[in-house]
């Protein structure tokens, strides 16, 4: 009962999922919408509960432990602990019943997400520049035939793509285009044909019951 | 007879064969109206369109331009509707005869998707097929996969070396498929940190995930008799913001220095951040996505990398299950027959000259 009851529930879904693909039906559409629009969210909803649980547990732990950098813990709760009022009882954009506005200093949800979440994203975001240059530097060596195409194109394309290809001959951005377009989609399609059939078949293999590892401690 | 309206000295002919009808394939609340153009459409300047529930008074619902002979109507189903279509130049209008009543209705089946239908329904045969085969006791060949190959090493690595092994399933949700075979990875990596009392850090993206990982691992643990061993706190939510995870992942990256890095699920930009920053601490890197914009990045900085459907063979690899093996075979000769479809089709595509071939057009 305990592995046949989630797999049924599975079969069960699972056909839900498909046959709003072929019926049109508003009946099978109406289902289908109030299945993903307010199931799915209720379900993630208490899911978001357990994993905020599991977050401040980790780290009380720590603090209890005196674990490395437990510090830090201090001020993860202690944001969380913050923002979590300000959320729910600031309102979005200051209309709550707590007050998040001294002057023209504004402290709702809104702002910090704007002022902090935002910033601290793109900061990461453009340490990708610096990544690819170093991950590029490590990777296009001409250690082999393969390698050693794999520097050509790369070479060609970075310098087609730049001014300076015109400059140095008005073929080479028409060239490098063509790398793009060609060769380049005709690997990335191979891999989405591959991907797309595995992707059927690993979910009905999942909808059928064949496939059991996410149900924990292996398959039959 | 033709009603026309003059207008000074101008005369314009009406469209003709207003016809309505269902609009096919839908859920209903939709009519289709179709009309011969008028004989003077070089010289009209649109059509409108004119809609009645009773075939008495119509009012206008809609414009078309010239040379459009097609024209779809929002509808209530169940109601009856008639439709007059007028050709305009200038103040003139000339009014087609009304269409028959027409209703509209919802229908029990789209039959535009009846080839897709078919397609999964001849590919899951396959797979069936090579199901059973595999149920009867057949050998079926998987070719090796490093990346899966390398698991056995890559956990004793981090036993030997005293280490914790980071297992991230990247940013996807349970309903994305990349998401659920890193699931089932973990489940073995999980098994193998149980038999080897090895630390496992498994830091999570998505709530949902985070909850079916928690008792993956746990039952992984208890399937090889060391329940004791499973650490709640190894397995946790983070947050659900992209590069706050990134960073997270990073900063347990360079605090743990995990001997082993799993970066197996679904990736997007921060892919290279954790990748680049794992390879930095010296770790053994088995990285895994079906995301093809972001395997460059894993192939680059990783030591070993599972491109698209070896992720998903990962499980049927693992296990040697016979009936997941048989659903690897299918998927092959499903991608066979699809591989010979595109050549022949190519092929015929360059016989362009042959007239048999115009019976594609």
Known sequence: MKRNFPLLLVFVFGVLGIIPFIIPHPVVQGTDEFLRN???????????????????????????????????????????????????????????????????????????????????????????????????YRAFRARSTQATLLLTAAFVVMLGVLPLGNEISPHLPSFAQWIMD???????????????LGMIATALKIILGIERSWLGGGGE | MNIVMLAGFLAIAPPASVRGYDTPDDGGRSITLEWTLSPDDGVIERYEIYRSCNGVDYEKIGVMGRGRGLFEDDTEDRRQYYYKVAAVADTARAFSEPSAPVMSSAQWLNRKKINIIVAVAVFGGLIL??????????????????GLQAIDDAVGRATEMGKPILYCPGIGYIEDIATIASLSILGEVAKKCGQYNTELINPHFDPIVYTVAREIVKESYASVGRPDAFDPDSVYYVTDSQFAYAAAVDGIMLRERPATNFLVGWFRAESLILAETGASTGAIQIAGTDQVSQLPFFVTACDYTLIGEELYAASAYISREPLLLGAIKGEDWGKVIIGAIIIAGSILGLLTAFPILRLFD
């Open chain 1, 182 to 196: 060609v060769p380049n989609v005709a690997g990335q399609r191979g891999i989405l044909f591959g991907v797309a």
């Open chain 2, 129 to 146: 097929l090579f199901i059973q085969r595999a149920r009867r006791g057949q050998k079926l060949f998987v070719r090796k996969i490093a």
């Open chain 1, 38 to 136: 307010n199931l799915l969210k209720i379900l993630a909803a208490f899911a978001l509960i357990l994993g905020l649980g599991s977050l401040l547990r980790v780290h009380f732990d720590k603090i209890k432990r005196r674990g490395q950098n437990w510090e830090y813990s201090w001020v993860l709760i202690a944001t969380f602990i913050v923002t979590s009022i300000i959320g729910l009882f600031g309102g979005v954009s200051g209309t709550g019943i707590l007050p998040t506005r001294i002057g023209s200093f504004a402290f709702d949800i809104w702002t910090i997400y704007f002022n902090v979440e935002v910033p601290l994203g793109a900061a990461m975001f453009a340490l990708l520049s610096f990544f690819m240059a170093s991950a590029a």
